[in-house]
């Protein structure tokens, strides 16, 4: 077993590098120039072929792509072209307001899920089971940017119950866990919540709904086990699927969140994304992208792992 | 002195309701078995046979079954009892083992822990003790390296091996009331001979009462004290064991026998029953086997035969049944 950890720990390194590829490939497809976003209209070519050749954006992209990885490696995420400061302090900021966010709504959603998934597994057929199952597809059907918006309007604009931006009193981005503090973590963590709950609640009813019609659980009838001892076998058995699914969801929050951080003014990686996106900032772009991408591969290492550690059925070797 | 016995039934009729039909299963039963004996219960594919036997545990699925009629078990009054009580008893007082045990078993539990918490549920003992208890249990139903085993997986473990362990779960508390629904079917000839003979070991070292479920006659003749056959939802024929496979009545019976091969066949051609069984959505007014039967006459469509007791122990629903004795 230890050995399979370790073996799959060193498969990160090729993982990694496609992803690091992948990024540097996309952001330099994408149309768009950063340095004629920068300069004047009207600017002579020498002055941009020499700014150009400053921000070493005339090299072939092998190099660049080599040059960029060396100074990654050493911790060295490199310059914001827009703002001119370095990107990894401000990187490392957003990362923590979004891991905030994206562990409140997810936490959020998945206890809702299992909840409802769970009660809607039991009572598969019956009227709680359509309401459930209901709430849930809307859930994933509805945008979660219009839902974030239309809260907004609701209890900030209408009711003037919770505030609308932002992550803090006065726009401050250093976080405390108190309430003038969580009364913005609301609504955004609120509406980040609905489409997790809806995945795993669909999930989760299917898998319950699915164990409850198997022979061991005629079994365990049979034996003359009470309620408890049943739901944890059904616990058990459904665990290692619902694990994967909510781990897989956590990855997809942390990335994902950029309509509900903009939405919201939340300052957290979804937003600079944003920001760096409209603007060409290159060396953000692909910073982001790539903590982001590392993120999604560690997450989905830890899921594989904990899956094994709790399914027999899967080979340790 | 008149023994309590231990499974009694009269007139039990089940069916399964559902939107589109109502199947009557079972139609009319009438069971009895004491302590310490084997009933064989033999018929084929929807005879009933299964849900008969479920229907002694109140085990067939609750929200579609409809029951009806008397029916006790080891003193319990099962149509009127409590969830508790039948809780209670389940694992305790009567215990089943399925057919197929790689589904009748949770993948991912060990069998160790599976046959432990029967216990603890029961006997109120804790961990520890129902892990040791469980290691005696395995070697009781003679499982080579039991204590290996005991943190073994149901998907680790060969059919035969399953099966004695879902037989280890299954007399851990040491019921009065064994049931058995086709355990051997779904193994290896050399297997199935082993299983039966641990199960005979069993039954007569904890002294239980069995009702086994079977399709197969050499199952039967192998295990039993007595026979039910059942055809259609209904007892056909009673007896003992050899009474009924030497000079089976019922006109099944004796079609099933000739079907079969056995020593008294040797040298002979097999028969077969002409058509198959009847759709129990929608019962027949006479006799259920009337439509395949060589004896056929009109008293057997209109209503369904009693039954006729021609011997000491002996039961057969049929009006032909002498006969059909002396064919």
Known sequence: MLYYIFRRIIYIIP??????????????????DPIDAMVQPDTPQEVIDRVRAEYGLDRPLPVQFGVWLAKVAQGDFGTSLIKGRPVLPDLVSASGATFILACTGGLLGFVLGCVFGGLAGVYRGTWIDRILLGTAVAGVSVPHYWLGMVMVIIFSVNMNLLPAMGAGPGGSTEWAWDWAHIRYLILPSLTLAVIPAGIVTRTVRGLVSDIMSQDYITTLRGKGMRRRGIVWHVVKNAAPTVLAVIGLQLANLMGGSILVETVFAWPGTGMMLNTAIFQRDIPVLQATTLVLALFFVVLNLLVDLVQTAIDPRISRR | MAVQPLVRARDLHVSFVSRDSTVKAVNGIDLDLVEGEVLCILGESGSGKSVTLRALMQLNPKGKTVMSGELNVAGNDMMTISDAKLSAMRGKVVSMIFQEPMTALDPVFTIGQQIGETLMRHEGIGYREAEKKALDLLELVQIPSAKRRL????????????????????????????????????????????????????????????????????????????IAVMYAGRMVELGSVTDVMAKPLHPYAQGLMGATVHAGNRGKRLTTIPGSPPDLRFPIPGCAFAPRCQYVGDACREHVPDFRYPAEGRAVRCVKAEEVAAA
């Open chain 1, 15 to 32: 993982i990694s590098l496609a992803v690091s590829l992948v990024c540097f490939m996309l952001v330099h497809i994408a149309p768009g």
């Open chain 2, 151 to 226: 943190g073994a997986y149901p998907h680790e473990l060969s059919g035969g091996l399953r099966q004695r362990a879902m037989i280890a779960m299954a007399i851990s508390c040491r019921p009065k009331l064994l049931l058995a629904d086709e355990p051997t079917t779904a193994l290896d000839a050399t297997v199935q001979i082993q299983i039966l003979l641990l199960l005979r070991r069993l039954q007569q070292e904890l002294g239980m009462g069995v009702v086994f479920v079977t399709h197969d006659l050499g199952v039967a003749g192998e295990i039993a004290d007595r």
